[in-house]
């Protein structure tokens, strides 16, 4: 039986890179569809994340299943028990890609975000794409200068995102009440998104030291 | 042992029933502090945050402790995955409450709420509150009806948004940036609390039958 049981455990590690995997490919069509204008684009996201909520199942089901069937201790149990809740954070950036490609797709043939954002948003779709590479490259090394480092980097988004709420309330802006909607959600979406980033990040940190202390709120 | 596992297990309700009263109280005291621009009691909720945050730590070092010292299966194991997802969810209706506090805090001695919407957030108010109720009910009993109620009665504050929004963009909305970034960031808090308070309902559903197809992202 240890032989499945560990390749049960493997697959698992594989399943979550496969999700993150997704994730990037949606947040990073996701931010062209918004910055291109692209309305076909902003439809093949909206349309692949049922294939990440599947997914999301299937690593739920095997956690539930490992558990149950191996009675797991120590680094494993951790281990299944990060996953349920990384697959969650996953499932999540990817329910985020698609709001941002609905955005683009309900402005479509304009553009969702008004000319006075459009750098800003630049800058918060580089952010998210560096943040869901990241996260692949944790899912795999588990190497926690990794997870420091997307700690460290989120302030970018979270800067981003206040810089779009006060340019929005700024006095020589001008924008229509959809333009203020759109972008105040779309900032939001953003921003979220590097949170749930940081969330899968202490999620690993607890997996390799097994401090609950150092890595708040990580399971 | 048996008997210490079977207290532990029940202290584990105990501790989702507490955290559910926590978020109920917090939203509460949220609304009205929104509906009625209270910034001393704005600031208590936001202050009061960290005690969910500290509750939901205890429930998952519970969780993580149970399944490692007393290798559940079955219902017991569903219980334990359960909790750990419930009380993650129970965590974040806390935040969406402290912000819909800051919003409140932030405007004063103004209303975060245009006149315009003042009508549409006593309703979401209302309807937070309820699901707030029915969601202790819901731990507190595992009664299927309750959770079929919170589903259904979701549908009101999704309503809402969507009403909300539609006023913002109506010909005759003539409100401030300010005004328009409040509106659309509280309605979408209120929405995501709702959304946490079916994701509840759904992880019951499956603690009680066992089916996870029945219960979409249960866990």
Redesign the interface.
């Known amino acids: 039986m240890r032989s499945i049981y560990e390749a049960e455990l493997s697959q698992l590690g594989e399943d979550l890179a496969t999700m993150a995997r997704q994730v990037q490919s949606a947040i990073e069509r996701a931010t062209e569809a918004l910055l291109t204008n692209n309305a076909e684009l902003a439809q093949a996201v909206i349309a692949d994340d049922a294939k990440l ?1 599947e997914l ?2 299937r690593v ?2 095997r ?2 299943l490992l ?2 069937q191996q ?1 797991p ?2 680094l494993d ?2 281990t299944i ?1 990060v996953s ?2 990384i697959s ?1 954070g996953l ?1 999540r950036m990817g329910d985020l890609s698609q709001h941002i490609a609905e955005a683009a797709r309900r402005a479509y043939p304009e553009s969702a975000i008004p000319t006075t954002h459009r750098e800003i948003f630049e800058g918060m779709s580089t952010a998210a794409k560096d943040a869901a590479a990241q996260v692949i490259t944790l899912i795999e090394t588990r190497d926690l200068n990794v997870a420091a480092q997307i700690a460290s980097d989120d302030d970018l988004l979270d800067n981003l995102h206040s810089e779009a ?1 006060q340019r ?2 700024a006095k020589d ?1 001008k ?1 229509t ?2 333009e ?2 759109d972008t ?2 779309l900032a ?1 979406f953003f921003e979220r998104f590097g949170d749930h980033a940081v969330g899968t990040s202490r999620r690993i940190v607890y997996l390799v030291t097994g401090d ?1 202390n150092n890595s ?2 990580a ?1």
Request: glycine share 6%.
């Open positions: 909520d999301e199942t739920d089901e956690c539930v558990i149950a009675q201790v120590g149990l951790r028990i349920l809740r969650a499932e709420y929005l309330l802006y924008g009440a959809q203020t909607l105040a959600l939001r609950l708040a709120a399971i």
